[in-house]
């Protein structure tokens, strides 16, 4: 009789000891306005610990472009801002919008780059304060030669207002139950009904409720702050656009089982009563 063995079989020795695929995950947007302020670390502490359960060890990437508009972009030292993050209970797994400069310091520390989340050509204005005219000088390329003056032309487009979504609306026809989260990538999320407590819905884009929300809702999950949460029967765990959120505590309770909308305004979440 053979000896038993443990040894793998020729076909498993072959393959590959990995397997690589695409996938998806929702990960946070950092926006760095002065990572070098002696109270960076306690007051991102602090706002982790304000919702624990949304924010513990969630990745984020950090968004440098408020940086990157600054008359002469800092030199930031990655690993010990990667560090304080983690020290306040996220993970930072990359960058986005920075400088070459930036970007390159950043992969030199092993996080990774990721393209902009904004669509090409449109900038969000109440994202960002105007940078200084010096700024706009250092940083922008100079202009191209004068050239003959062209024929009259129909007026320039106005500036985009409308959010420009890139994926297709995802509808959930059933309750979102506990534990259970449902993530509309580059896209609006519908959930036609129930969104438990417990249960977490995500979008890129909008958010729109028409059973009741008593779970989590993120809208602009990927850092658009142009994006509004519908709920017909509002009754909220937590509340997120962009990265802004409430929490139920935090909520008026004259909001609580009304129609609601919710949207971002001066950096504020602000919500409006529907009728």
């Given at each position: 009789?053979?000896?038993?063995?443990?040894q793998?079989?020729?076909?498993e020795?072959?393959?590959?000891?990995?397997?690589?695929?695409?996938?998806s995950a929702?990960?946070?947007?950092l926006r760095l306005?002065?990572?070098?302020?002696?109270d960076?670390?306690?007051?991102?502490?602090?706002?982790v610990a304000?919702?624990?359960?949304?924010?513990r060890?969630a990745?984020v990437?950090l968004?440098?472009e408020?940086?990157?508009r600054?008359?002469?972009?800092p030199?930031?030292?990655?690993?010990a801002?990667?560090?304080?993050i983690?020290?306040?209970?996220l993970?930072?797994v990359g960058v986005?919008?920075g400088t070459?400069?930036l970007?390159?310091?950043?992969?030199?520390?092993?996080?990774?780059?990721f393209p902009?989340?904004r669509?090409?050509?449109?900038?969000?204005?109440?994202a960002?304060?105007?940078p200084?005219?010096?700024a706009?000088?250092t940083?922008?390329?100079?202009p191209?030669?004068?050239a003959?003056?062209?024929a009259p032309?129909?007026?320039a487009p106005a500036?985009?207002?409308?959010r420009?979504v890139?994926?297709?609306?995802?509808?959930?026809?059933?309750?979102?139950?506990s534990?259970?989260?449902?993530?509309?990538r580059?896209?609006d999320?519908?959930?036609?009904?129930?969104?438990?407590a417990?249960g977490?819905?995500?979008?890129?884009g909008?958010?729109?409720?028409?059973?009741?929300l008593?779970?989590?809702?993120i809208?602009?999950?990927s850092?658009?702050r142009?994006a509004r949460?519908?709920?017909?029967?509002f009754?909220?765990e937590?509340?997120?656009?962009?990265?802004?959120?409430r929490?139920?505590?935090?909520?008026?309770t004259?909001l609580i089982?009304?129609?609601?909308?919710?949207?971002?305004?001066?950096?504020?979440?602000?919500?409006?009563?529907l009728?």
């Amino acid at each position: 009789m053979a000896a038993a063995t443990n040894q793998p079989a020729a076909t498993e020795l072959k393959s590959a000891p990995f397997q690589l695929r695409g996938g998806s995950a929702m990960v946070m947007v950092l926006r760095l306005i002065d990572p070098a302020r002696a109270d960076f670390g306690q007051q991102l502490a602090g706002k982790v610990a304000q919702a624990p359960d949304f924010y513990r060890d969630a990745p984020v990437i950090l968004d440098l472009e408020t940086l990157a508009r600054w008359p002469a972009p800092p030199n930031v030292d990655f690993q010990a801002l990667s560090a304080a993050i983690a020290d306040a209970g996220l993970i930072c797994v990359g960058v986005q919008n920075g400088t070459p400069h930036l970007t390159q310091a950043a992969r030199r520390a092993g996080l990774a780059a990721f393209p902009s989340a904004r669509p090409a050509g449109r900038t969000n204005a109440a994202a960002l304060p105007d940078p200084p005219a010096e700024a706009a000088r250092t940083v922008a390329p100079p202009p191209p030669p004068a050239a003959a003056a062209p024929a009259p032309a129909a007026p320039a487009p106005a500036p985009i207002i409308q959010r420009v979504v890139k994926g297709k609306t995802r509808v959930v026809t059933e309750p979102v139950r506990s534990g259970q989260q449902v993530y509309a990538r580059d896209g609006d999320l519908i959930v036609l009904g129930t969104v438990n407590a417990g249960g977490e819905v995500l979008a890129d884009g909008n958010v729109h409720v028409y059973g009741a929300l008593r779970g989590k809702a993120i809208a602009g999950a990927s850092g658009d702050r142009e994006a509004r949460l519908f709920c017909q029967r509002f009754d909220p765990e937590l509340v997120s656009i962009a990265g802004l959120f409430r929490i139920a505590d935090q909520i008026e309770t004259d909001l609580i089982g009304q129609r609601v909308g919710v949207r971002i305004v001066d950096d504020a979440l602000v919500f409006d009563r529907l009728s």
